[in-house]
């Protein structure tokens, strides 16, 4: 996809982005460029100060996103909370412009391969979609999904990533986390069928996905994709992981209830067909009330093979297979049965009600991956990320319900954080092979850098042959200098552009290097009025492409200085010594070179010295 045009019309604004802010991405003559190029991908960088609204960009096009995702899914599933049709969800009011490769299945030969998509709201209003040069309709969004144009209109996949604790950025894609779980407890309570894959396409990879990231990429990528990996981290190859599954959980009879297929008709007349028969056995009253309550629990166990009852005593005594959809016999295709077949080494903990599968990684292994995957690090990926979700189990249904309608900035905060025994599905003992390292390594082993370049190149790499948007955050933060300014190349070597597909990327930072590596149109510099809080984003006013660090710090991020404060601070202290004329100038030079290391700074210090003693030297003389 290709974003052209986004407009807050929202009368309060969308974060610190004002009523009227408008920002157009491309030309029509880049636009026009980049077309001609399909192959020569270039994120937008958007550079800086801290504070400048740079990811009030990013959330304002996931929160956009988001509004059209819980409209595509209302046709199949959406919690409560969300199915209100009045719901105004900031921004009440907007229009988003973007370009979208139409699928080869959706055009003639004669058509074009690109569709320009408008998405609008007014406040009050329901979203519209209109679908330029491909029919030219404008019409409610959600009868357009209900038309089967989903796959047409909008992006496969809007994927976000911060490497930093910006809950601005991950609020939408959390309530998007939390709908994909409901929706797979609503298949498990009503005993439908599930696709072993989430429905929503908003994804929040976070690192509680690098080591499914890690894995993916390592078992299908060959060794030319993987050569970003190792021209940087040196990644070598996997070569065992555990992954292990807890199949029930503890539920309570409230929980229970919601299992209950039968309809308030059905239960009012089982209710007395248990009564009378508990009379016909001589039970009291209050008897007859446990003894109802008992026999309805069981008939509701009884109806659903995921429900079981243990000996405790307890309203916790019933249990629940949180796996139930997921798994099958050996011929199942379900995600848990391919695992399995997968594994060298499976077996069931009988103590912990676990399953364990050992993987030890050869070429074996991979193939194995490729008959059971569809050949495809992706539809791993996807697999993985249903189980990861599992672990969602623990929260309960008033805090989902305040999530779902949440405008917080501490999302996470009051997701509770289960221990290691408490998840449904946890990775184990992932290791691999490193240069320079004698023994296997675990990824836990790596240094931040290492770690937060695997993960943002490796969810690249899983997503490189889909139609998506990218929305990072500073993902280039613990980046060492070399690695920064490496990091545009690497994600062109991670999304070289394929015929059918394209992505487009917005990248928060603060780095100079990345703002060196990309052309003028591609870069965004914001900017924040101190006294009104309005955000602005302009062209950087110079060629961006190659230009010096030093030149990039002075005009973007107004730091005209090439030293850090305290040495800028002690070279003013040298300085104002030699103006006031006491020293002598041979040992102050000395003082300059002992104290201060090599700079632009201090060799303008010692010329000033040196021009000034030789300048009053001749004046002498004469």
Known sequence: MKLLRLKIADPEGFRSLPC?????????????????????????VCAGPNGSGKSNLLEALAAIFFQLEVLRVRRSFLPEALQDDTLDVSPVAFELNYMIR??????????????????????????????KNQGDFGTDVYEAFKGGHADILLPQYVLGYS??????????????????FDEYWNALTRQLSYPGHPETRLAYLDSGFSQAILICNLLFQDKATLQPFREDVGIEAL??????????????????????????DQKRERRNRIQAEARTRGLSESEIGQSVDDWVRREIIKGNPALSETDEQGS????????QLLEGDEKSSLVVSALKRCATLNYVDDATDTLVLDYWVNEATRQAFRENFDGSALALFQALQVLLTLNLYAVNEALKTDLYTSTSHYVSETVPTLASDQRIMRFKFVRFTKQGAAQPMMLKELSDGEHQLLHSLGLCLLFRDTNSLFLLDEPETHFNPDWRANFISRLRQCLPGKGEVSQDMLITT????????????????FSKDKSTGVVRIQPPGYNTLGASINKITMSTFGKGETIGAYAQAV??????????????????????????GDSVEKMLLIKTILAKTEGQRTKEQG
């Open 163 to 180: 490497s930093g604790e910006n809950e601005i950025l991950s609020l939408q894609f959390f309530k998007m986390r939390f709908v994909q």
């Open 571 to 596: 070279l003013d202290g040298l300085r104002e010594r030699f103006d006031a004329g006491d020293e002598d100038p041979a040992e102050l030079i000395n003082e300059v070179n002992r104290e201060l």
């Open 20 to 44: 009227g802010f408008e920002h157009h991405f491309r030309t029509e003559w880049s636009l026009q460029d980049e077309l001609a190029q399909p192959n020569d991908f270039a994120p937008f």
């Open 316 to 323: 916790t005594r019933y249990r629940l297979n949180l796996l």
């Open 102 to 131: 139409v699928p080869a299945e959706f055009r003639s030969p004669d058509s074009p391969s690109w569709a320009e998509v408008g998405v609008s709201k007014n406040a009050g209003e329901s979203v519209r979609i209109l679908w």
């Open 239 to 264: 070569r065992e992981f555990r992954i292990i599954l807890r199949r029930q959980v503890p539920i309570d009879a409230v929980q229970l209830e919601a299992f209950d297929l039968a309809d308030e």
């Open 510 to 525: 603060h780095a100079p290097f990345l703002i060196s590596d990309s052309r003028p149109e591609k870069v965004l510099v």
